[in-house]
C-alpha cells in the first residue's frame, strides 16, 4: 500500500513541470513572433511592387516576388536626383569598420593586459579615468574631436572617422580585456619573468593565446557600435566618404517624386545585414564570452 500511495504524486508532479514548460514555450514564442513582426514586414514590403503596397495587406505575402527594389537600393536609379544606392557607402563602412575594429581591439588588449597584471602606481587611477570615458556623451565630444581631425589634416576622410572610432572605442576594449585578465592567475606572469620572458613576450605568448573569447566579445560589441553610428559619420564625413546609414538616411528621407517604401526597406535590410549576420553567427560565442572570466581561478 505504501508503495502505491507515491506514484500519482509522482505523475502528477510530472505533468505540472511539462504543462509549466509548454506555457514558456508558448510565451517563448509569442514574445518571438511580436518582435520579428516587424522583420518580417520589412523583407515582404521589400519584395512587393508600389502597386501591390498600396492596394494590399501590410502583413500579408507578397502576391508576385520582385526584387527590383533591392536592385535600387544597391545600385541606385537615376529617377529625380536620387541616382546613387547603397553600393559606394556600404563599401565605406566596411572600410570603416575592419581597421577600426582591429586597431581599438588590439589597443584594448594591450591596456587590459598592463592595467590587470602590470601593477604600477596611478594604475587604479588611469583606468578609473577611461572608465570614465565610457560614459561621455557622443556629442560632448564633436567640436573638439572636430577641430583635432582638422589639425591633422584628416577631417572628412574615412581615415579620420577610423580615428574617431578608435579613440572612442578603447575605453570600452580597455575595459573588456581588463575584466578578463584580472581573472588569470598572478602567478603565470610571475613565471615568465622569472624565466626572461618580457613585457611583450608574456603578452603574445600567454595572454593573447587566452583572450579568444573576450576578443570575439569586443570584436561583436565594437563592430556593431561602428557599422550603425550615425552621429559620428554625419558630423565627420563628407561626400564620397559617408557610411552606410547616413546614405540610408538620405534614401529614406527623400521627399522627391513617390515615396518607394519598398526601396527603402530593402535598404534598411542591406544597411542592417552585416551587425545581423554577425550576432546569427557569432551571437553564442558572445553571451560565452560575456561570462567567461568572470568567476577567478
Given at each position: 500500500?505504501?508503495?502505491?500511495?507515491?506514484?500519482?504524486?509522482?505523475?502528477?508532479?510530472?505533468?505540472?513541470?511539462?504543462?509549466?514548460?509548454?506555457?514558456?514555450?508558448?510565451?517563448?514564442?509569442?514574445?518571438?513572433?511580436?518582435?520579428?513582426?516587424?522583420?518580417?514586414?520589412?523583407v515582404?514590403?521589400?519584395?512587393?511592387?508600389?502597386?501591390?503596397?498600396?492596394?494590399?495587406?501590410?502583413?500579408?505575402?507578397?502576391?508576385?516576388?520582385?526584387?527590383?527594389?533591392?536592385?535600387?537600393?544597391?545600385?541606385?536609379?537615376?529617377?529625380?536626383?536620387?541616382?546613387?544606392?547603397?553600393?559606394?557607402?556600404?563599401?565605406?563602412?566596411?572600410?570603416?569598420?575592419?581597421?577600426?575594429?582591429?586597431?581599438?581591439?588590439?589597443?584594448?588588449?594591450?591596456?587590459?593586459?598592463?592595467?590587470?597584471?602590470?601593477?604600477?602606481?596611478?594604475?587604479?587611477?588611469?583606468?578609473?579615468?577611461?572608465l570614465?570615458?565610457?560614459?561621455?556623451?557622443?556629442?560632448?565630444?564633436?567640436?573638439?574631436?572636430?577641430r583635432?581631425?582638422?589639425?591633422?589634416?584628416?577631417?572628412?576622410?574615412?581615415?579620420?572617422?577610423?580615428?574617431?572610432h578608435?579613440?572612442?572605442?578603447?575605453?570600452?576594449?580597455?575595459?573588456?580585456?581588463?575584466?578578463y585578465?584580472?581573472?588569470?592567475?598572478?602567478?603565470?606572469?610571475?613565471?615568465?619573468?622569472?624565466?626572461?620572458?618580457?613585457?611583450f613576450?608574456?603578452?603574445?605568448?600567454?595572454?593573447l593565446?587566452?583572450?579568444?573569447?573576450?576578443?570575439?566579445?569586443?570584436?561583436?560589441?565594437?563592430?556593431?557600435?561602428?557599422?550603425?553610428?550615425f552621429?559620428?559619420?554625419?558630423?565627420?564625413?563628407?561626400?564620397?566618404?559617408?557610411?552606410?546609414?547616413?546614405?540610408?538616411?538620405?534614401?529614406?528621407?527623400?521627399t522627391?517624386?513617390?515615396?518607394?517604401?519598398?526601396?527603402?526597406?530593402?535598404?534598411?535590410?542591406i544597411?542592417?545585414?552585416?551587425?545581423?549576420?554577425?550576432?546569427?553567427?557569432?551571437?553564442?560565442?558572445?553571451?560565452?564570452?560575456?561570462?567567461?572570466?568572470s568567476?577567478?581561478?
Amino acid at each position: 500500500m505504501t508503495e502505491l500511495a507515491h506514484p500519482p504524486a509522482q505523475k502528477s508532479g510530472a505533468f505540472g513541470k511539462v504543462v509549466l514548460r509548454w506555457v514558456l514555450y508558448i510565451l517563448l514564442c509569442l514574445f518571438a513572433l511580436y518582435y520579428l513582426m516587424p522583420l518580417f514586414v520589412m523583407v515582404t514590403t521589400s519584395l512587393k511592387s508600389l502597386e501591390e503596397i498600396r492596394t494590399g495587406s501590410l502583413v500579408a505575402l507578397p502576391r508576385e516576388v520582385t526584387f527590383d527594389a533591392w536592385k535600387t537600393a544597391w545600385s541606385g536609379a537615376c529617377t529625380g536626383i536620387q541616382c546613387e544606392g547603397l553600393r559606394p557607402y556600404f563599401w565605406n563602412s566596411v572600410l570603416l569598420a575592419v581597421p577600426a575594429v582591429a586597431i581599438s581591439t588590439f589597443i584594448g588588449a594591450l591596456n587590459g593586459y598592463v592595467v590587470a597584471q602590470w601593477r604600477f602606481a596611478g594604475a587604479n587611477i588611469i583606468f578609473s579615468l577611461m572608465l570614465f570615458g565610457c560614459f561621455i556623451p557622443f556629442q560632448v565630444v564633436l567640436l573638439p574631436m572636430a577641430r583635432l581631425l582638422g589639425l591633422m589634416g584628416i577631417a572628412g576622410t574615412i581615415p579620420g572617422l577610423i580615428f574617431v572610432h578608435v579613440i572612442y572605442g578603447i575605453g570600452f576594449t580597455t575595459l573588456f580585456f581588463r575584466n578578463y585578465y584580472v581573472s588569470i592567475p598572478s602567478e603565470l606572469t610571475k613565471a615568465a619573468k622569472v624565466d626572461g620572458a618580457g613585457f611583450f613576450r608574456i603578452f603574445w605568448s600567454i595572454f593573447l593565446p587566452l583572450s579568444l573569447p573576450i576578443i570575439v566579445v569586443t570584436v561583436i560589441w565594437q563592430f556593431t557600435q561602428i557599422w550603425n553610428d550615425f552621429l559620428f559619420g554625419v558630423s565627420f564625413s563628407q561626400a564620397g566618404t559617408q557610411p552606410v546609414t547616413v546614405a540610408l538616411n538620405n534614401i529614406v528621407n527623400s521627399t522627391t517624386g513617390v515615396k518607394e517604401y519598398n526601396v527603402d526597406m530593402a535598404a534598411a535590410i542591406i544597411a542592417a545585414a552585416p551587425t545581423l549576420l554577425v550576432y546569427i553567427v557569432a551571437g553564442k560565442y558572445f553571451i560565452r564570452g560575456l561570462t567567461a572570466g568572470s568567476v577567478k581561478g
